[in-house]
Antibody, heavy 122, light 112 residues
Framework: QVQLQQSGPGLVKPSQTLSLTCVIS??????????WTWIRQSPSRGLEWLGR?????????DYAVSVKSRISINPDTSKNQFSLQLDAVTPEDTAVYYCARWAHEERHFDHWGQGTLVTVSS | DIVMTQSPFSLPVTPGEPASISCRSS???????????LDWYLQKPGQSPQLLIY???NRASGVPDRFSGSGSGTDFTLKISRVEAEDVGVYYCMQALQLPLAFGGGTKVEIK
């Protein structure tokens, strides 16, 4: 059974970097049937896909245009996890952040992390 | 980018009665392989979203058969044949055809 466990700070100051980690159990971050994704949810923007990383003979990443200049999603094969970094945050980045497993062939999110509320405030 | 629109915004339901949620996409979600790339998720209060339906009409593992999905192209429907108390929450459709993946605004189902 795949499980995703998120960790990271719940409070980040404006202009600083938001960093979250998602530890995978029951699957491999290097597996070729999934993509490892970050999604956020806020009252103003709803559920918003942020980006993903996946391995198909080499590592790939895709990002939402709205955050492309500020975001990085990176795998860590030694710890079987992946991370989100979002630079230069503003209060508009306040949201619940979720990691999720994207089942590539059937194109759906079949496993989600528990969510992390990140507040951007001084 | 594909935009997803759901209706209604809120849906009060009586236990045992049917319920229906509509989802419309700004572009067709029908791929050349014949699949409609439309998913449905339910977010129960205080929880992460969970998959209900994928490829427009396929129930995810463990999803009760009172849930059904239908539709093709740009118009899709999620139906609950007989609503139970545990079905309360916010239902989201999501287009899975192309990046960026996009969710609808959600439909809140609550018990009358």
């Amino acid at each position: 059974q795949v499980q995703l466990q998120q960790s990271g700070p719940g409070l980040v100051k404006p202009s600083q970097t938001l960093s979250l980690t998602c530890v995978i159990s029951g699957d491999s971050v290097s597996g070729n049937s999934a993509a490892w994704t970050w999604i956020r949810q806020s009252p103003s923007r709803g559920l918003e896909w942020l980006g993903r990383t996946y391995y198909r003979s080499k590592w790939y990443s895709d990002y939402a245009v709205s955050v492309k200049s500020r975001i990085s999603i990176n795998p860590d094969t030694s710890k079987n996890q992946f991370s989100l970094q979002l630079d230069a945050v503003t209060p508009e980045d306040t949201a619940v952040y979720y990691c999720a497993r994207w089942a590539h062939e059937e194109r759906h999110f079949d496993h989600w992390g528990q969510g992390t509320l990140v507040t951007v405030s001084s | 980018d594909i935009v997803m629109t759901q209706s209604p915004f809120s849906l009060p339901v009586t236990p045992g009665e049917p319920a229906s949620i509509s989802c419309r996409s700004s572009q067709s979600l029908l791929d050349s392989n014949g699949n409609n790339y439309l998913d449905w998720y339910l977010q129960k209060p205080g929880q992460s979203p969970q998959l209900l339906i994928y490829l427009s009409s396929n129930r995810a593992s463990g999803v009760p058969d009172r849930f059904s999905g239908s539709g093709s192209g740009t118009d899709f429907t999620l139906k609950i044949s007989r609503v139970e108390a545990e079905d309360v929450g916010v239902y989201y459709c999501m287009q899975a055809l192309q990046l960026p993946l996009a969710f609808g605004g959600g439909t809140k189902v609550e018990i009358k």
